[in-house]
Nanobody
Framework: QVQLVESGGGLVQAGGSLRLSCAASRSIFNFNAMGWYRQAPGKQRELVAQISNGGFTNYADSVKGRFTISRDNAKNTVYLQMNSLKPEDTAAYYC?????????WGQGTQVTVSS
């Protein structure tokens, strides 16, 4: 079993920045991939960014050039640096980890961007 704990969410004005963290309860070295998803009220959960075990990254078109995902295997943590935030980025952000055939989710952290 893997526990994922997100932190770093909050209220920020448009144009501002936040850094989300996802701390895992065990080593993430062998995780196939880790990613950030978000879900706004009334909308489906969507992929924001993903990083593979080898460091390859993938981003939603809506966040390319503004968000950066990274992982620190020594700290068992994945980060999402979010810059130039927009009101449409407002959502609950969830961390996801793939380990073998298993998928784990965190409880989420709220990001609210005011205009």
């Amino acid at each position: 079993q893997v526990q994922l704990v997100e932190s770093g969410g909050g209220l920020v004005q448009a144009g501002g920045s936040l850094r989300l963290s996802c701390a895992a309860s065990r080593s993430i070295f062998n995780f196939n991939a880790m990613g950030w998803y978000r879900q706004a009220p009334g909308k489906q959960r969507e992929l924001v960014a993903q990083i593979s075990n080898g460091g390859f990254t993938n981003y939603a078109d809506s966040v390319k050039g503004r968000f950066t995902i990274s992982r620190d295997n020594a700290k068992n943590t994945v980060y999402l640096q979010m810059n130039s935030l927009k009101p449409e980025d407002t959502a609950a952000y969830y961390c996801k980890a793939d380990l073998g055939y298993n998928t784990y989710w965190g409880q989420g952290t709220q990001v609210t961007v005011s205009s």
